[in-house]
């Protein structure tokens, strides 16, 4: 049984306790950190938890009754929160983005190494059973031709935003943005697919707060070109496509590999459906748990899955010079 403390008290980490809660022999939530106690207190009645409040970070870090963390904080808190869990023995999943920088990644990779702990992105989509179902699948489109993979939704801070409010969503001190906080659920099928590409070519809107509004790039294999499209001001329902010679893949919501349908001349069905968004976290936690406890059976898998998310950190940090998104006030230090 794993002791887990939570770092962040928004929906998402709402959601993941409510993941963990559909793996009761392997977690146990022992802590929840704020800034606010209050805040801490709403999360555990909403969840129905009890654990211990902590609203000092140092402290938390030296609590012998906890194993890991999950992160969920701003962005730009990421990898000093990260950095200080693992210094001090804490197994962490961090939510993505894990942090801004392949120079980031590294140096949390190596205090991870150093002190012998477990460091994940918390990336949904990677986890699924559906991950491994669209790779087999795709064997049946034949030569691939094209792909898109789009994430525009409307953000719930948009509003707030346009009335002279400074949300943290919208707002480049936090690291944020619609590359950071959608565009990686593009960029991961795209490099998890079809490797790092040849040529990649980023553009991106901004609002007057400097963060960037919408992205799209184009990724480079050969002759086929993916096409990345994200935006957080305007709302999407079209599916993500894989289109091949011979049939094409469309993916419902490219966040959660959901809704999945194959057209091909052997096959036309729905292949996958939808899970609740605590179902899908279920899934990243159960693998966190394996890294974790099976360290010798699981070792291949983790480190492939940490290529990836460096490699997936490296082209976006590409993608953020090509399209001038910058962080204000952000110590990259």
Same mark, same amino acid.
């Given at each position: 049984?794993?002791?887990?403390?939570?770092?962040?008290?928004?929906?998402?980490?709402?959601?993941?306790?409510?993941?963990?809660?559909?793996?009761?022999?392997?977690?146990?939530?022992?802590?929840?950190?704020?800034?606010?106690?209050?805040?801490?207190?709403?999360?555990?009645?909403?969840?129905?938890?009890?654990?211990?409040?902590?609203?000092?970070?140092?402290?938390?870090?030296?609590?012998?009754?906890?194993?890991?963390?999950?992160?969920?904080?701003?962005?730009?808190?990421?990898?000093? /929160?990260?950095? =200080?869990?693992? &210094? $001090?023995?804490?197994?962490?999943?961090?939510?993505?983005?894990?942090? +801004?920088?392949? #120079?980031?990644?590294?140096?949390?990779?190596?205090?991870?190494?150093?002190?012998?702990?477990?460091?994940?992105?918390?990336?949904?989509?990677?986890?699924?059973?559906?991950?491994?179902?669209?790779?087999?699948?795709?064997?049946?489109?034949?030569?691939?031709?094209?792909?898109?993979?789009?994430?525009?939704?409307?953000?719930?801070?948009? /509003?707030?935003? =346009?009335?002279? &409010? $400074?949300?943290?969503?919208?707002?480049?001190?936090?690291?944020?943005? +619609?590359?950071? #906080?959608?565009?990686?659920?593009?960029?991961?099928?795209?490099?998890?697919?079809?490797?790092?590409?040849?040529?990649?070519?980023?553009?991106?809107?901004?609002?007057?707060?400097?963060?960037?509004?919408?992205?799209?790039?184009?990724?480079?294999?050969?002759?086929?070109?993916?096409?990345?499209?994200?935006?957080?001001?305007?709302?999407?329902?079209?599916?993500?496509?894989?289109?091949?010679?011979?049939?094409?893949?469309?993916?419902?919501?490219?966040?959660?590999?959901?809704?999945?349908?194959?057209?091909?001349?052997?096959?036309?069905?729905?292949?996958?459906?939808?899970?609740?968004?605590?179902?899908?976290?279920?899934?990243?936690?159960?693998?966190?748990?394996?890294?974790?406890?099976?360290?010798?059976?699981?070792?291949?898998?983790?480190?492939?899955?940490?290529?990836?998310?460096?490699?997936?950190?490296?082209?976006?940090?590409?993608?953020?010079?090509?399209?001038?998104?910058?962080?204000?006030?952000?110590?990259?230090?």
């Amino acid at each position: 049984m794993i002791k887990l403390a939570t770092i962040g008290t928004s929906w998402i980490t709402r959601a993941f306790i409510g993941g963990i809660s559909l793996l009761p022999d392997k977690y146990i939530l022992t802590a929840v950190y704020s800034r606010e106690k209050s805040r801490a207190e709403e999360l555990l009645k909403e969840t129905g938890k009890s654990a211990e409040i902590y609203l000092n970070l140092e402290e938390m870090a030296k609590s012998d009754n906890i194993d890991a963390v999950y992160i969920a904080s701003p962005n730009s808190l990421h990898f000093e /929160q990260a950095m =200080l869990m693992v &210094k $001090n023995g804490k197994h962490v999943i961090v939510e993505k983005p894990m942090v +801004t920088s392949e #120079d980031e990644f590294m140096r949390l990779s190596n205090a991870a190494r150093e002190n012998n702990v477990i460091f994940m992105e918390a990336i949904i989509p990677m986890h699924l059973p559906a991950r491994k179902i669209i790779k087999e699948e795709m064997g049946r489109l034949g030569r691939i031709q094209s792909s898109r993979f789009q994430f525009c939704q409307l953000s719930s801070k948009y /509003q707030d935003y =346009l009335l002279g &409010k $400074n949300p943290n969503i919208f707002n480049p001190q936090f690291a944020t943005g +619609t590359l950071m #906080d959608l565009g990686i659920y593009c960029v991961y099928p795209a490099i998890d697919l079809f490797g790092l590409p040849e040529l990649i070519s980023t553009k991106a809107t901004f609002l007057e707060s400097g963060s960037d509004g919408s992205i799209a790039a184009n990724f480079k294999y050969g002759d086929h070109i993916v096409s990345i499209i994200a935006s957080k001001t305007c709302q999407s329902n079209v599916p993500s496509e894989i289109l091949g010679d011979c049939g094409s893949l469309s993916i419902g919501h490219i966040s959660k590999y959901d809704n999945i349908y194959i057209e091909s001349s052997a096959k036309n069905e729905k292949i996958v459906g939808e899970m609740s968004k605590e179902e899908l976290m279920s899934y990243e936690a159960l693998d966190f748990y394996r890294y974790i406890t099976d360290r010798e059976g699981t070792a291949q898998e983790y480190s492939e899955m940490n290529t990836l998310a460096l490699t997936v950190c490296a082209v976006m940090e590409a993608m953020r010079m090509q399209a001038d998104i910058k962080f204000y006030n952000f110590n990259y230090n």
